[in-house]
């Protein structure tokens, strides 16, 4: 029956919990209405009594939350925690079963009930949850980290957001009660409140090992607010043609309003350059066996993809098509010209996949396209006279001493530095991101 407590004392505990509980509803029998769903095999039926039991479960709920709270944080100030070998008292409920997130909000609202005695004291009746204390608590920490807090002023603070119906009113109510707290400092002592710091924006895009691309946003309220603004009339529920509802969950519907954004974008000519070329998606179609002799269609950041989707995408007008031989090298690209065309960029993003220098790989829209032949020496514009560097590496070529030259492979190979008599170094691949060649040297 768990830790230290056995099936008599569990009963025994029961029977006081549902006696304090009675006094809930004075119309609703709710102490044997609760003990008749907990001990008898037919259900209860009768709606004024299921709304007794409901109540009395949801208080019960609620005043064991708080006693585990409570109890939790007794324990460690007692030091119970590092006598079993535990960190903190959020270990202490996960070895008694307890979720991560679950332990963790009860150690919050715990060490935080001695400073918040009017919100312990709606706990102690059992009318607020726990996920309303936590967020109420978060909302008053939220504000003491803008503005010193008088006892007079966090009481207030309190009050304010125990009247909001749901922790995310209460987040909101924290955060306008922040913002006014700020405004009303003098000018040196204001500071950008978290929400409206885009220096905090985070983004992280990955791809899984099933090939799909996995995302996380962290984006201020302004950026936030832009982008459910740009999905909101794209996401909302299409009936079928029969008129039955839309099938799709919102996350997919949303996710589907995102590509459409992604597609419209890309569909216009007024949008940043990459690289002094529009972004387009990039279909990678090789007219030959690679090394392990396949033939698979890929794209410029996600690889390889099915002919099915190859031939679906296709169709895109923001798409462009680069044919590539065995080794990857670009074989179509268009007609040459004094200045590095869209065609011949797009054509060495392909095969260099960024900045060429060895160890380095920053992204093509970073990158400077050099002729490996100087223009001015009789050098022409066209794919096998160019390399893709980042202007750190840029600036090596023409003033570190380095050189670089296309190999049998056509792909860049680099010479470091070295003094006139020395041996010659090792020549060294273009970086590891490249097309990988089945050749073992460059010349």
């Known amino acids: 029956m768990g830790i230290g407590m056995d099936a008599t004392y569990l009963d025994s505990f029961v029977d006081a919990l549902i ?42 709920r609620n005043l064991l939350d708080f006693v585990i709270a409570a109890a939790v944080v007794a324990a460690e100030r007692a030091g119970v925690p590092g006598r079993r070998h535990l960190r903190t008292g959020a270990d202490l409920l996960r070895l008694l079963g307890m979720a991560p997130g679950a332990a963790a909000r009860a150690v919050r609202v715990g060490r935080a009930a001695s400073s918040l005695p009017a919100l312990t004291i709606a706990q102690r009746l059992g009318g607020i949850g726990i996920e309303f204390a936590d967020a109420v608590g978060k909302g008053v920490a939220h504000v003491e980290s803008r503005a010193l807090l008088s006892e007079d002023d966090r009481a207030a603070v309190v009050r304010a957001l125990m009247v909001q119906t749901s922790p995310a009113e209460v987040a909101a ?32 895009l990955v791809q899984n090992a099933e090939g799909r691309f996995e995302a996380t946003l962290d984006l201020d309220v302004t950026t936030g607010e832009e982008l459910c603004a740009a999905l909101d009339p794209l996401c909302r529920p299409v009936p079928l043609p029969d008129g039955s509802l839309d099938p799709r969950p919102i996350n997919n519907r949303r996710a589907e309003a995102l590509g459409q954004v992604l597609r419209t974008f890309l569909s216009q000519s007024r949008r940043p350059m990459s690289g002094g070329v529009l972004p387009r998606v990039t ?10 002799g396949e033939v698979v269609d890929r ?19 923001t798409l462009t098509s680069v044919i590539v031989d065995h080794a990857g090298v670009p074989l179509d690209v268009g007609r040459a010209q004094r200045l590095f065309t869209p065609a011949i960029r797009k054509a060495l993003a392909v095969r260099d996949g960024g900045c060429a220098h060895p160890g380095c790989g920053r992204p093509v829209s970073w990158c400077d396209a050099h002729h490996i032949q100087p223009w001015s020496a009789g050098g022409t514009t066209s794919v096998d006279n160019g390399v893709l560097l980042c202007r750190l590496h840029h600036s090596l070529i023409h003033h570190g001493g380095w050189q670089v030259y296309l190999g049998r492979d056509r792909h860049p190979w680099f010479i470091p530095p070295h003094t006139p008599g020395e041996r010659e170094p090792a020549h060294l691949r273009s970086h590891t991101r490249r097309t990988m060649t089945d050749l073992t040297a460059a010349a």
């Open 19 to 60: 006696d304090d509980l009675a006094p809930v509803s004075s119309e609703v029998d709710v102490g044997p209405g609760l003990g008749r769903l907990v001990g008898c095999p037919r259900p209860v039926v009768d709606d004024e009594a299921l709304w007794g039991v409901l109540a009395a479960a949801v208080s019960a």
């Open 173 to 204: 109510k924290a955060r306008a009660i922040g913002i006014d707290r700020v405004a009303a400092l003098p000018v040196e002592q204001r500071v950008v409140p978290v929400a409206e710091d885009t220096s905090l924006n985070e983004m992280t």
């Open 299 to 317: 794209l410029g950041f996600g690889g390889p993809i099915s002919a099915a989707t190859a031939e679906l995408i296709g169709c895109d007008a």
């Open 283 to 292: 279909l990678i179609r090789p007219v030959a066996p690679g090394v392990g």
